[in-house]
């Protein structure tokens, strides 16, 4: 018997090359003010924004230069609600995305933004619907199109923190594989060790439930193989690949959680300017070893599945596929978590706030502060 479940994700999906095509006609029946939301170059929105204009809709421009935090999404606000501005679409990587969705969300909301984000504010439900919001990813990593949350970094906290609401799911995403062609090695890398971490997690989670597994069975292998790939050079079969293995990442990890690296990466993100696919690729070998040595039953079976594809995609045995994984990313080129900006006093800390953090619900097995301060000081 198949237990009862539950599924969210964007109204309309568009996966494929050349899809990106037909976001302007979409976009421009949404409202005749539109704000674009970009990375810090632009190059890859200009398309977009020529294409709104020649079909008569006004377009106001926000740059995301890096991961929003708190200060960058209420100069977004200011802008959508100064230009009067009736939809956003967000072009970029996931934090153009999350900053996008964040934008659309509380461009229209009464409270301030603190009332309604997780942890360090009230966490209350929004109190008007979010402008109509598009997703465009231009690298393939976090999912973000299809997920109903913006990670939003408070400096002063300290932490990294989801304002949440079902409401916050795109009218529209679009997979285009092209967008992704040509992406920088470093950032391929990063993004697409978070894509297989956000297929690994959901497939061994507390919460998985048959139609997530159907779409992480798939995907686990599939992106390991793209990965690797890709790390040898270009091919637009590989981009294709490792895109439709996040947006199952993200349908996943929406719907049957998340596990111990995201729960660790949360407060690394907050302590260390750090890209978060980076924190996941370096976790992610060390918690699948934590797990393994803590699992049995269901738990156990289905991370012996990971090592197997583990193994098969980059060589050497089940057995050691979590120590395969760590070596193969670093060579690579992904760095440790003290290179990437963690300080070895914060590791306690770290381990605490992600003995509490949600993500932490959905990992196959319990680990304790001590566990986590092991798991950390290995990917140190």
């Known amino acids: 018997m198949t237990p009862p479940f539950s599924f969210l994700t964007a109204t309309e999906i568009r996966f494929g090359r050349g899809t990106a095509a037909g976001a302007a006609e979409y976009v421009a029946q949404l409202g005749r003010n539109v704000l674009v939301v970009q990375g810090a170059s632009g190059e890859r929105a200009d398309p977009l924004i020529l294409a709104l204009q020649r079909l008569g809709v006004a377009v106001s421009v926000f740059s995301c230069p890096r991961e929003p935090d708190i200060a960058l999404v209420e100069d977004g606000i200011r802008l959508a609600r100064g230009a009067g501005v009736r939809a956003v679409v967000a072009l970029g990587g996931g934090a153009v995305i999350d900053c996008g969705k964040a934008i659309a969300a509380l461009a229209p909301a009464p409270r301030p933004m603190l009332d309604h984000l997780e942890v360090v504010g ?90 997530t597994d159907a779409l992480c069975r798939d995907a686990i292998p599939l992106g390991l193989r793209a990965l690797a790939r890709l790390m040898e050079g270009e091919d637009a079969g590989a981009r294709g690949d490792l895109a439709w293995v996040s947006l199952c990442g993200g349908l996943a990890l929406a719907n049957a959680g998340l596990g111990a690296v995201h729960g660790l990466a949360g407060p ?79 590791v306690p800390e770290v381990a605490a706030l992600a003995a509490g953090s949600s993500s932490m619900a959905g990992n196959p097995v319990v680990l304790d502060t001590g566990a986590l301060i092991g798991v950390l000081r290995a990917a140190f």
């Not at 060390?286 to 040595?293: E, G």
Request: hydrophobic residues 50%; proline residues 7%.
């Open 268 to 346: 690394i993100g907050g302590m260390a300017a750090a890209a978060h696919g980076a924190v996941c690729g370096a976790l992610l070998p060390h918690v699948l070893a934590a797990n393994i040595a803590r699992a049995d039953g269901v738990a156990a079976e289905r991370l012996a599945e990971v090592t197997g594809w583990i193994a098969a995609a980059l060589g050497g045995s089940a057995a050691e596929a979590a120590g395969t994984l760590a070596g193969w990313s670093a060579a690579q080129g992904l760095p440790r978590l003290g290179e990437m900006g963690l300080a070895e006093g914060d």
């Open 122 to 211: 009230r966490g209350l439900p929004l109190d008007a619907p979010p402008l109509p919001f598009v997703a465009i990813p231009t690298t393939a990593g976090t999912g973000a199109e299809v997920t109903k949350n913006a990670v939003i970094a408070v400096p002063g906290a300290r932490r990294k923190v989801s304002l949440r609401d079902a409401r916050m799911l795109p009218l529209l995403a679009i997979v285009d594989p092209a967008l992704t062609d040509g992406c920088p090695r470093g950032v391929t890398l990063a993004s697409g060790l978070d894509a297989v971490t956000q297929v690994i997690e959901p497939y061994v989670s507390t919460r998985a439930n048959r139609l």
